[in-house]
């Protein structure tokens, strides 16, 4: 939304879900944001569910909007029944500056979530629950954008969007309706203007073809790139070596020392394996001390730069609840980690019964002989760029355990570890992992049918089964509950003072 530094903003833009065959009502202009011809919807053919992202606040000719910028959910009313201000928002469209959203319905949890932000670490979020598509709209909807400028000035443009949903569907049911109007893309501008954008339905077989010939393109490009790195790569080492060894703390080691220490990283060694290479059980031979070795696979996806990373940044924490990084090697094209060594291995291989060997990015809390539990790196260099200062880069995790607006905004934050922390607790009451793709549908996601089964009074149903009926109740009630809240869709409702938990 930009207004061209105009301090009176137009009335808006909406996604919308609308029944198939919806048309723009008549008189629908300004504040009604082209989908109703008053406040609410009067019958069933202009039923709609929309999030509105709203700059514009006159309380004399709208009085059903709050006095201030903002973000609201909509059913079948233009008067939201949930709402966020966003003062923020104003500066963004004075200079047309971009803004993001993700809308998101959880039709368990009936849940509809909202996150909003920009690029400058502005953000909000709102959601409201329970909503039941089912009781609003039909079976087959249309959906998209609105916007409406009023009497004042505002360009309207979608840069880009993308749907996704988890429903089959079942029957090859054309949904579009060939009569009304016709979808309008781009922009408009002007005195009483709306667009309509509605989701296009793309020719597969042209967008494979359209794919894979971008796919072949871009696998010779970052093949010739990859060469060029490496070589660079290997002239890079002795710089490594003096810039490592500046400072105390993790020693290094030599290739040959590390082969030895792990019979030459032989598979009974093998401790785990991730997409960066495999982890080793070794013995130092010359501090008489076990060590689990992590060993990169070369040009895989952890690379030189995430593992210089990793030793620039592990180096220099030391606390008792993170696993100690004890010294690192890059010889020939090898690259290695060195760690002391956790003897009871993973929580989850004590939570879980699987005993194949674990994915340590899915497995990095680790408990060490007294069953003291630490933090393994593993990855967690890959969250922060120090060369950058306080900005943060993209957030690497594993699907299941990252909060909803982590993922999208590919920001981490002090929400969305207490996020991480919820899933933890639940996966410790439960016996299960975050995703269990063996179990039942209504299963698969441990935060869904946890969530599912407290709306409906049967939260104690999802207690670990091995544990029977040996259990306290109430006390595995208060720690489902504590992942519960920690796990909130709203970031703001999670807690944020560890002496709330």
Same mark, same amino acid.
């Given at each position: 939304m930009d207004s061209n530094?105009?301090?009176?903003?137009?009335?808006?833009? &909406?996604? /919308?879900?609308?029944?198939?065959?919806?048309?723009?009502?008549? +008189?629908?202009?300004?504040?009604? #944001?082209?989908?109703?011809?008053?406040?609410?919807?009067?019958?069933?053919s202009t039923a709609f569910v929309a999030v509105e992202f709203d700059p514009f606040h006159d309380n004399v000719t709208n009085t059903w909007d709050p006095p201030c910028e903002h973000v609201g959910i909509d059913v079948n009313s233009l008067a939201s029944v949930s709402e966020s201000c966003v003062s923020w928002m104003n500066y963004n469209i004075l200079h047309g500056?971009?803004?993001?959203?993700?809308?998101?319905y959880d039709s368990r949890a009936m849940n509809l979530? &909202?996150? /909003?932000?920009?690029?400058?670490?502005?953000?909000?979020?709102? +959601?409201?629950?329970?909503?039941? #598509?089912?009781?609003?709209?039909?079976?087959?909807?249309?959906?998209?954008?609105?916007?409406?400028?009023?009497?004042?000035?505002e360009a309207h443009s979608i840069f880009s969007w993308e749907f996704n949903s988890s429903l089959r569907i079942l029957d090859p049911v054309n949904v579009w309706n060939n009569t009304g109007n016709t979808p309008v893309g781009g922009m408009t501008r002007g005195k009483k203007s709306e667009s309509w954008v509605r989701g296009p339905i793309l020719g597969l077989s042209s967008l494979?073809?359209?794919?894979?010939?971008?796919? /072949?393109?871009?696998?010779?490009?970052?093949?010739?790139?990859?060469?060029?790195?490496?070589?660079?790569?290997?002239?890079n080492v002795p710089r490594m070596d003096e810039e490592f060894e500046q400072s105390k703390g993790p020693k290094k080691y030599s290739y040959k020392v590390l082969a030895i220490a792990t019979d030459?990283?032989?598979?009974?060694?093998?401790?785990?394996?991730?997409?960066?290479?495999?982890?080793?059980?070794?013995?130092?031979v010359d501090v008489d001390s076990h060590v689990a070795i992590k060993k990169i696979t070369p040009n895989s996806k952890q690379g030189v730069k995430e593992y210089v990373t990793e030793v620039k940044t592990i180096r220099h924490l030391t606390?008792?609840?993170?696993?100690?990084?004890?010294?690192?090697?890059?010889e020939r094209n090898n690259f290695l980690l060195v760690y002391e060594f956790m003897s009871n291995g993973s929580l989850d291989s004590h939570l879980f019964e699987d005993k194949a060997p674990l994915t340590w990015e899915k497995s990095n809390i680790l408990l060490d002989a007294h069953f003291e539990a630490k933090l393994g790196d593993f990855g967690l260099a890959r969250i922060v760029d120090h060369a950058k200062g306080s900005q943060t880069t993209l957030v690497a995790g594993t699907m299941g355990y990252l909060a909803p607006e982590c993922i999208y905004m590919g920001k981490a934050s002090k929400e969305s570890d207490v996020y991480s922390f919820g899933d933890v607790l639940l996966e410790i009451a439960c016996g299960r992992k975050a995703i269990e793709h063996k179990a039942s549908e209504d299963q698969v996601q441990l935060v869904e049918w946890v969530w599912e089964l407290y709306g409906t009074?049967?939260?104690?149903?999802?207690?670990?089964?091995?544990?029977?009926?040996?259990?306290n109740a109430r006390q595995m009630e208060c720690l489902m509950m504590v992942g519960l809240w920690c796990i909130h869709p709203d970031p703001k409702e999670r807690p944020n003072k560890l002496f709330e938990l």
């Open positions: 530094l105009n301090l009176n903003h137009a009335d808006g833009l &909406v996604f /919308f879900l609308a029944p198939n065959g919806s048309q723009i009502p008549e +008189h629908s202009e300004g504040c009604f #944001l082209g989908l109703t011809a008053s406040l609410n919807s009067t019958n069933s500056q971009e803004l993001h959203a993700q809308v998101t979530s &909202v996150v /909003f932000g920009d690029d400058a670490e502005n953000s909000t979020s709102l +959601h409201y629950q329970p909503l039941n #598509l089912t009781e609003y709209l039909p079976e087959w909807v249309v959906f998209g954008f609105s916007a409406t400028t009023g009497q004042a000035f494979v073809f359209l794919i894979l010939v971008a796919g /072949f393109g871009w696998y010779g490009y970052r093949l010739k790139r990859n060469r060029n790195d490496q070589s660079g790569e290997e002239e030459n990283f032989a598979n009974t060694r093998l401790l785990g394996k991730g997409g960066f290479g495999g982890v080793y059980e070794g013995h130092l606390h008792k609840s993170l696993v100690e990084l004890v010294g690192w090697c890059h009074g049967k939260l104690l149903d999802a207690a670990d089964p091995k544990l029977g009926e040996n259990f």
